[in-house]
């Protein structure tokens, strides 16, 4: 089965960029794996930010920014809030199952 | 605005069924061509995807899961279900319901236990 991989943690200043990945153990992600992410802060339900590697919700904050990037699917946060810090999980379709990563953990400090 | 609700025991013993449902609210679980998934989480884990169906009915399972669980639609209460067969406490986890990734419900523990 398709290992999905992200960073463990990372951390961002306030104002600042960070990007988090998402790769797959099968070889590059590419739009046919339409990456999805989350965000979910403790205790509480996950929130869809991006679709179909680049597309946002409605309610996604227009600092985060989803690409492809080397191979991997790619999160950008641009100008970090506090309120950015969470767990963040990417998900990609993988030869007909879907496949959660393992998530990162966003620090903002 | 269209909401889900996941319901179902809070305890299971081990061997047994795990069984739960999602109901939708605010708008026909068979209108449009979305697909329906339960996603799960253990406590301090991360997410894992169970399966989908689509308004055919037809669906998708998790591989590693995929002998154990079944998804079934019912459109005449506008629900979808979930079960999972021969439960461990690996299977301890908050359940969501999700309408395709955007949607979801606030999830339900379920507990395997004697």
């Known amino acids: 089965q398709t290992v999905v991989t992200q960073e463990p943690s990372l951390t961002v200043s306030p104002g600042g960029t960070v990007t988090l990945t998402c790769a797959s153990s099968?070889?590059?992600?590419?739009?046919?794996?339409?990456p999805n992410w989350f965000q979910q802060n403790p205790g509480q339900t996950p929130r869809a930010l991006i679709y179909?590697?680049?597309n946002k919700h409605s309610w996604t904050p227009a600092r985060f920014s989803g690409s492809l990037l080397g191979g991997k699917a790619a999160l950008t946060l641009s100008g970090a809030q506090p309120e950015d810090e969470a767990e963040y999980y990417c998900?990609?379709?993988?030869?007909?199952?879907?496949?959660f990563g393992g998530g990162t953990k966003l620090t903002v400090l | 605005q269209v909401q889900l609700q996941e319901s179902g025991p809070g305890l299971v013993k081990p061997s047994q069924t795990l069984s739960l449902t999602c109901t939708v609210s605010?708008?026909?679980?068979?209108?449009?061509?979305?697909?329906w998934n339960w996603i799960r989480q253990p406590a301090g884990k991360g997410l894992e995807w169970i399966g989908l169906?689509?308004?055919?009915?037809?669906?998708n399972y998790n591989p590693s899961l995929k002998s154990r669980v079944t998804i079934s639609l019912d459109t005449s209460k506008n629900q979808f279900s979930l079960k999972v067969n021969s439960v461990t406490a690996a299977d301890t986890a908050v359940y969501y319901c999700?309408?395709?990734?955007?949607?979801w419900g606030k999830g339900t523990t379920v507990t395997v236990s004697s």
């Open positions: 179909s590697t680049s």
């Open positions: 169906i689509y308004t055919s009915g037809s669906t």
């Open positions: 999700a309408r395709e990734y955007s949607l």
């Open positions: 998900l990609l379709y993988c030869g007909g199952a879907w496949v």
């Open positions: 605010g708008g026909s679980i068979s209108s449009d061509s979305y697909y």
């Open positions: 099968t070889g590059a992600v590419t739009g046919s794996y339409y």
